[in-house]
């Protein structure tokens, strides 16, 4: 799981360790394991928020682990077209190649490290396929897609795309050296990641050597999450234990305690972590398939705009780029 390293981490910034005695401590209050899946046109997926309520992962709505597998040639597969309303779409690759495309002119490549960040906002459509070099060769494909909650004032505003190169990433390390600390979107102790949001939050990837504690200052007003991509360890004061699909849900407090166990499985020889947090939106949610609304007549006049043509068109150079064109009908809007 290389994504975005560094040849010697004690030339990295340090995150100052929250002071003990003035601290609050977010104590752990769920950990769920993610059941696995299949998604688009057949890529293995852990569906990470599953079994968690989604008041506690406000703004947050769903998170897929894709892979990690080892694609033989021939067999990496992607999604075909299809559409989104009202939310925020964040593809983070750690391992592999992906290609993005959408009808608002938006797309790239994103392989080690790079993020791909498609506002939805009022309408679009959009396709995820791996690149046909890897379709021939096979190889190793690992990343995560998250899909962040746009509250009521933004769900119409006009689509865009950040395409978040791995070299943007603010890298920083834990007090001793054991953890190294990815800072996507958000901030930790004064470092901005490159992601620009529209809900205030916080997205992390942490690999910790075994035995290494890293302890992170959180904002009072986020939540906080904790999902393992591999690996074992322990989190929360209480150093409740969590392995490989598993995620934390953290109660209040201004920080987050992460530690590695001291024996790692051998595929997997440190702890990586991705921790989320953000503002709780506190609105109502209506999600049905590819649109997170607020109420259930939106969710039917997305069906509809979908329908109508009016979430964009499939762009004619699609085919040039071997994209497949066929648009998923995702699903039926409730009570038709």
């Known amino acids: 799981m290389p994504a975005v390293s560094v040849p010697d981490i004690t030339v990295l910034p340090r995150i100052p360790e929250p002071d003990p005695l003035a601290a ?13 899946g299949f998604e688009g046109e057949g890529f293995p997926v852990r569906r990470a928020f599953m079994g968690a309520d989604l008041a506690d992962l406000d703004p947050f709505v769903h998170m897929d682990q894709m892979g990690e597998v ?9 999604t075909p077209w299809h559409p989104h309303r009202g939310f925020e779409t964040v593809t983070y690759v750690m391992d592999g190649t992906f290609e993005h495309q959408d009808s608002n002119g938006g797309g790239g490549v994103i392989t080690n490290g790079d993020t791909q960040w498609m506002t939805a906002g009022a309408g679009i459509l959009h396709v995820e396929k791996p690149p046909e070099s890897l379709v021939v060769s096979g190889g190793l494909f690992h990343g995560i897609q998250l899909w962040v909650n746009l509250p009521r004032a933004q769900k119409w505003a006009a689509p865009r795309y950040q395409d978040l190169r791995a070299s943007e990433v603010a890298l920083l390390a834990s007090p001793d050296g054991g953890a190294l600390v990815r800072v996507i979107a958000g901030e930790v102790a004064g470092h901005p990641g490159p992601g620009s949001t529209y809900t205030p939050m916080t997205f992390i990837h942490a690999t910790l050597a075994p035995t290494a504690r890293l302890v992170l200052p959180w904002r009072e007003d986020h939540n906080a999450l904790v999902y393992v991509l591999s690996g074992r360890g322990a989190v929360g004061a209480e150093r409740r234990p969590i392995g490989t699909g598993q995620l934390a849900v953290f109660g209040a407090g201004d920080a987050v305690t992460i530690q590695a166990d001291a024996v790692q499985e051998s595929r997997s020889p440190s702890l990586d972590v991705l921790v989320l947090g953000g503002r709780p939106i506190g609105e109502p949610v209506a999600w049905y398939g590819p649109f997170v609304m607020n109420t259930r007549a939106e969710l039917l006049q997305a069906f509809e705009d979908y329908r109508a ?28």
Request: glycine content about 12%; hydrophobic content about 25%.
């Open 70 to 78: 080892e694609y033989a040639p021939g067999e990496p597969k992607g």
């Open 309 to 336: 043509g009016r979430l964009g068109s499939v762009p004619a150079i699609a085919s040039v780029h071997n994209a497949p064109t066929t648009i998923v009908e995702s699903g039926q809007p409730p009570g038709s």
């Open 24 to 36: 609050r401590q977010r104590p752990v209050r769920q950990v769920t394991t993610a059941p696995r």
